[in-house]
């Protein structure tokens, strides 16, 4: 059982940055790939990026590259997405996700994955 925790959601202008958390319970987070999605509302949950679990695979989607990184400190079981140059569209709550990992594919569609945190927001001004 892995239990997540986001944190450092909040409100930003537009051009700016916010860098959100997700903190994991348990002694096994090296074993999990970890995943970011977001929901805005009346829109279905979308992935943002993922991280396999030694850190040596990255994905992100299209329009957060070049302006996203997720990273991954597992002494700290914790997952981060650095978020940069903010835009509105931006605005949904964030969710962190953890699947365990047993072969080198990492998921990007949110059945894949075996726990979810409870999101926190985020949202841009413009």
């Known amino acids: 059982q892995v239990q997540l925790v986001e944190s450092g959601g909040g409100l930003v202008q537009a051009g700016g940055s916010l860098r959100v958390s997700c903190a994991a319970s348990g002694r096994t987070f090296s074993r999990y790939a970890m995943g970011w999605f977001r929901q805005a509302p009346g829109k279905e949950r979308e992935f943002v990026a993922v991280i396999s679990r030694s850190g040596s695979r990255i994905y992100y989607t299209d329009s957060v590259k070049g302006r996203f990184t997720i990273s991954r400190d597992n002494a700290e079981n914790t997952v981060y997405l650095q978020m940069n140059s903010l835009k509105p569209e931006d605005t949904a709550v964030y969710y962190c996700?953890?699947?365990?990992?047993?072969?080198?594919?990492?998921?990007?569609?949110?059945?894949?994955?075996?726990?979810w945190g409870q999101g926190t927001q985020v949202t841009v001004s413009s």
């Open positions: 996700a953890a699947k365990l990992q047993v072969t080198t594919v990492v998921p990007t569609t949110p059945l894949e994955y075996d726990y």
